[in-house]
C-alpha cells in the first residue's frame, strides 16, 4: 500500500471507498478463483502525444485494466514465467494473481485472458489473514523457487513455484536488515535476483520502500553470495522505492514514486551500476526515465525485466490502485533501446 491510500485516509468521507481487504470467494473453499478482466489498450505513453521515445526507453504499448470482482486490486508485483505472455503476481492484501498477455499482431499487448487468483499460504496450509499478515510487496522468481516480501509484520518467504493451483507453503529466510530499523509500512518492496554471469553472482537483492538509517538514506540488502550484507540507496528528492529488477548486464533499476497535492503523481527509474552494490556502499545512478501527470501513469508498485522473442530487453510495470474508484490498474511495457 502507498502513498495514496495514506492520502484518502486523511481525506473527507466523500473521497474515500472501503478498502476490501478479504480473500476470493472461492479461496474460502481452497480453490482458486478465475477472474474476467476487461482491458483498454494504451497506445500513448504521452497524453495527447505520438511520442514514443523517452530516454534510452521506447513505449510498446500498455493496458487500463477492470473487472467486477472486487478482489482484482493492490496489485504490488508482477514477474514474467515467458518471453511475455505467462506472469505470476501478488497483491497486497495476499493473494497470488497468473493470467496470460495476450499480444496483437505487432506484439504489443491486447488484452488479460486466464486470470485467476488465490490466497498465499500459512506455514499451516492456511490463507494467510488480516492486513498485517498478509501485506505482500515484494517478488521474483527463479528456476522453480519463487521469493516474496511483507511488510508490516517483516519477512521473506521461498515458495514453490505452482500458478496453476498455489498450494506452495513458505519457508522463511532469515531478515538481512535487523527488524527495528524496518518501518512497518515503509519495508521491504523489492526482491530481485540478480544475473549469475554479474558481480553479484546471482544473488537475491531486497531494497526497502523508506526504511533509512541516519544520513536519511535507504536500507537495502545483498541475500547472499560473495557481496552478501546490508548497503544503502542515496534517497533524493522524497522518492520512495516501489520495486526494482536486474538488467542482463547485472545494473540494478528501482522503480521509484512520489505524491503531492500540488503535482500529483510523478515516478522514475534509476539506474545502479552493478559494481557499486557492495557492503556498506551507498549507491546511486542515473535517472532512465522521468514520468508525471502529463503520462499514462498511478501508483506504479511493480516493475519486471524480461527478454522478448526478438532479443530486445523489455520493462513492464503495473499500478496499485489501492481499491479506491480514483487511481486505475495500469499495465505497461517498453524496450530498452541503448
Sequence with gaps: MGWIARLFRRAPLFLTVPLLLVAPSSAEEGGVARVVVTSRTISSFRIGSSETRFGTLEFVGGLEMTSTNPEFSGLSAFRYLDRGQAFLGITDTGLWYAGKMVRDSRGRPASIDEFRMAPIQSEEGMPVEGKWNSDAEGMSVSGQIVTMSFERVHRIAEFALDPNNFVSKPKYLPLPIPKNEL????????????????????????????????????????????????????????????????????DLLLLERRFSMSSGVTLRIRRIAADTITPGATVDGLIILGADMRDQIDNMEGLDVWQAEDGSTRLSMVSDDNHSIVQRNLYLEFRLAE
Excluded: C, H
Aim: negative net charge; hydrophobic residues 40%; charged residues 30%.
Design 183 to 250: 518501518r512497518n509500512n515503509r519495508g521491504i518492496e523489492t526482491i530481485a535476483y540478480a544475473p549469475a554471469s554479474s558481480p553479484l553472482q546471482g544473488a537475491r537483492v531486497a531494497v526497502t520502500e523508506k526504511s533509512i538509517n541516519e544520513a536519511g538514506d535507504v536500507f537495502a540488502a545483498v541475500l547472499e553470495g560473495p557481496r552478501e550484507g546490508i548497503f544503502y540507496v542515496k534517497r533524493l528528492d522524497d522518492f520512495d522505492i516501489s520495486d526494482g529488477d536486474f538488467l542482463p548486464d547485472g
